[in-house]
């Protein structure tokens, strides 16, 4: 899919948190990794992969001035609030990633794109625990187990048009308890979370179960490339991209 509109994440936060005082930077999105900032990565694969409109949705100045001439959205309160706002100055469909997911290619994007069923009013991008350890052992990821795995996101994410903002709503609630699985599971209803519970739920069952709640048709793409986990979240993730990138 060529000439898609894309969506960068890059929140600001009052003061620097730990990986970004690791790193000496205001905001991680200014972190150098190989030579680039990881925004500048982030949009380069981006555009690598056919994205013909990109938004930069962040509150820092600095983040700011360093996106342009891209378009600035503001941030707002929460990731999936941006999005929402982001969304609507945008248009769709739309991509969002984050301005932290440092290894970031574009034939990861290109694939996800093309993988994605015809049906889907959403979309969002996983690797397998397995997949995620034969590219990168050494790294620790959240996984969600389901009967057929365990699952990292990979910070890739499809909405088809303005009804995938009916997930907005339910991403917020899904983002309190995104380290705790069975709270998750519970947003499903009785059945699904007994299914969670007994393993007898399947991560496709549990995507569609979301969306069904919603009145859309959700989707999970499985990615080959277990890097797509990787994102910059703290000083080991980031020593581990520089190790993976040669800087």
Excluded at 168 to 193: D, F, H, S, T
Aim: glycine fraction near 8%; charged fraction near 20%.
């Amino acid at each position: 899919m060529s000439g898609f509109t894309a969506l960068v994440l890059a929140g600001s936060r009052d003061e620097p948190d730990a990986l970004s005082a690791y790193a000496g930077v205001s905001h991680k999105a200014l972190i150098e990794l190989a030579g680039q900032t990881l925004l500048a990565r982030v949009v380069a694969a981006l555009q690598g992969a056919g994205a013909a409109r990109i938004g930069v949705c962040t509150s820092h100045p600095q983040v700011a001035e360093a996106a342009a001439p891209l378009e600035v959205i503001p941030a707002a309160a929460t990731p999936s609030q941006s999005v929402e706002q982001a969304a609507r100055a945008l248009g769709f469909p739309l991509l969002v990633t984050t301005s932290d997911h440092a290894l970031l290619q574009p034939e990861w994007i290109a694939r996800f794109l093309a993988d994605i069923p015809a049906d889907a009013d959403i979309a969002a991008l996983l690797a397998r625990d397995d997949v995620v350890r034969a590219a990168v052992p050494d790294t620790k990821r959240t996984y969600l187990a389901f009967r057929d795995g365990r699952y990292s996101g990979c910070n890739l994410f499809y909405l088809r048009d303005a009804r995938a903002l009916a997930a907005i709503a339910l991403w917020r609630r899904v983002e309190a308890y995104r380290k705790q699985p069975w709270k998750i599971a519970a947003l499903l209803g009785p059945g699904m979370l007994l299914g969670y519970a007994f393993g007898r739920l399947t991560l496709d069952q549990a995507v569609a179960g979301l969306g069904r709640r919603i009145g859309l048709t959700a989707a999970a793409v499985r990615t080959p490339y277990g890097l797509a986990a990787v994102d910059v979240d703290k000083p080991a993730d980031l020593d581990l991209v520089r190790r993976l990138a040669g800087g």
